[in-house]
C-alpha cells in the first residue's frame, strides 16, 4: 500500500494563477481530509468529506473548492491564488467507522504564491 | 470556541525523560490524540485516550484528564531521533473525525 499519496510536492504560483492539489489513498477509507500548515502553526482544517460525492467545510474553506468523485481520489482546487495561500497542504484519510479513527497524512505540498 | 495550548518549544537530554502538556476547550470532546512530525514531514500518529488515565506504549505514554481539560505526552529514554514537533489535537462532537490541533512542541534533544 502506498497509503496517502499526493502531487506535486512543492510548487510556485503567480498572484491570480489556480491550480489543483492531487491527493489520492489506495486504503479504501470513507473519510478525507485536507489540512494547511503555517509556520509555527497548528492544522487547520480546509474541506472534509465524508465519502463520494459528500463535502463540506472546515475551519478556512475561503478561496479553495473541492470534489469527491472517487472513493481514493480527494482534490484540492485553488482559484485566484493569493499571497496568504502560501502554506504547506496536507490531505489525509481515516476509515469513517468510528468517531476516533486515526488520520493518516500524506507527505504534503509546499505552496509559494509570489 | 475552541482552544488548544502547548508549550513552543522544549529541550531535553538524549536518556532522559520529558513530559510535554496540552490543555484543550472543545465543544463537546470525544477523544484526545498525539502526533509525532518530524520537520519537512507529514504528522503521524503516536497515541490517543478516550478515558482518563494513562495509556503506554513502549517509551511513549500519554495521559488524559477530561474533568481538567488536560493532557501530557511522557516520552522516556529520549533518543536523537525523538527531535521533532509533537502535536496535541482534540475531536470534538460532531464525529467524522474531525480533529483541532494545536500548535505543536518543537522538542530539542541534545547528546
Known amino acids: 500500500n502506498a497509503g496517502v499519496t499526493q502531487t506535486p510536492k512543492f510548487r510556485i504560483l503567480k498572484i491570480g494563477q489556480s491550480m489543483t492539489l492531487q491527493c489520492t489513498q489506495d486504503?479504501?477509507?470513507?473519510?478525507m481530509y485536507w489540512y494547511r500548515q503555517d509556520p509555527g502553526m497548528g492544522l487547520k482544517l480546509i474541506y472534509y468529506?465524508?465519502?463520494?460525492?459528500?463535502?463540506d467545510k472546515g475551519e478556512v474553506p475561503n478561496g479553495y473548492n473541492v470534489s469527491r468523485s472517487t472513493t481514493e481520489d480527494f482534490p484540492l482546487r485553488l482559484e485566484l491564488a493569493a499571497p496568504s495561500q502560501t502554506s504547506v497542504y496536507f490531505c489525509?484519510?481515516?476509515?469513517?467507522?468510528?468517531?476516533?479513527?486515526?488520520?493518516?497524512f500524506g507527505p504534503g505540498t509546499r505552496l509559494t504564491v509570489l | 470556541g475552541q482552544n488548544i495550548d502547548q508549550p513552543t518549544e522544549m529541550t531535553a537530554t538524549e536518556g532522559a525523560i520529558v513530559q510535554i502538556n496540552c490543555t484543550y476547550q472543545?465543544?463537546?470532546?470525544?477523544?484526545l490524540f498525539w502526533y509525532q512530525q518530524h520537520a519537512g514531514e507529514a504528522p503521524t500518529f503516536l497515541s490517543y485516550?478516550?478515558?482518563?488515565g494513562l495509556e503506554e506504549k513502549g517509551r511513549f505514554s500519554s495521559f488524559l484528564s477530561r474533568s481538567k481539560g488536560y493532557s501530557y505526552l511522557l516520552l522516556k529514554e529520549l533518543q536523537m531521533k525523538d527531535s521533532a514537533s509533537y502535536l496535541c489535537a482534540a475531536s470534538p462532537s460532531g464525529g467524522y473525525n474531525k480533529l483541532i490541533f494545536g500548535a505543536g512542541t518543537r522538542l530539542a534533544v541534545h547528546p
Open positions: 485516550n478516550v478515558l482518563d
Open positions: 472543545t465543544s463537546g470532546f470525544n477523544g
Open positions: 486504503m479504501n477509507h470513507n473519510y
Open positions: 489525509a484519510s481515516s476509515y469513517g467507522t468510528s468517531h476516533l479513527d486515526t488520520q493518516y
Open positions: 468529506s465524508v465519502g463520494a460525492g459528500i463535502t
